[in-house]
């Protein structure tokens, strides 16, 4: 991947993935430290190893709990979900992180994300729709 990730930035191409240092790891404290406070925000262990490449953007997608409303559960303060949120938005003073709220219609949420990355990296990434393997059309839904 790391190989992929350097001939697409060296083209000027913005460059997306899923699970990269930041997920891995905030997934593995909130694990580790179930039930006990994580540790501060300045600490070190947030501190994105210097051989990897710094992402220009991060985006945090959150499920709200409405969204599927089910009357009969209540989501733990300890929950991984609350957890991982106040963590993503603690981290927004070290990272180019955006928090997008996901909607019910799922055009909703892309058209956002596009959005943010557009605003973001269009100034030094290719983030057009040419030359990409992937496109969506909307037109029948």
């Known amino acids: 991947m790391s190989f992929n990730v350097k001939i697409h930035l ?9 699970g990269y240092w930041l997920d891995q790891m905030s997934f593995a404290f909130i694990q580790s430290f179930n039930g006990m406070d994580l540790p501060p925000l300045d600490s070190p262990v947030f501190t994105s190893p210097k051989e990897l490449f710094q992402p220009d953007l991060i985006i945090y997608l959150n499920l709200p709990d409405d969204l599927f409303y089910t009357p009969f559960t ?27 709220d996901l909607k019910g219609v799922f055009r909703v949420t892309t058209d956002a994300v596009y959005q943010h990355i557009f605003e973001r990296l269009a100034g030094h990434r290719d983030v057009s729709a040419r030359n990409q393997r992937v496109s969506f059309d909307y037109s029948n839904h």
Do not use: D, F, M
């Open 10 to 18: 060296s083209l000027g191409r913005a460059v997306i993935l899923n």
């Open 74 to 100: 209540t989501r733990s303060p300890r929950n991984w979900k609350k957890r991982a949120l106040t963590l993503y938005e603690g981290l927004q003073t070290r990272y180019p992180i955006v928090v997008q």
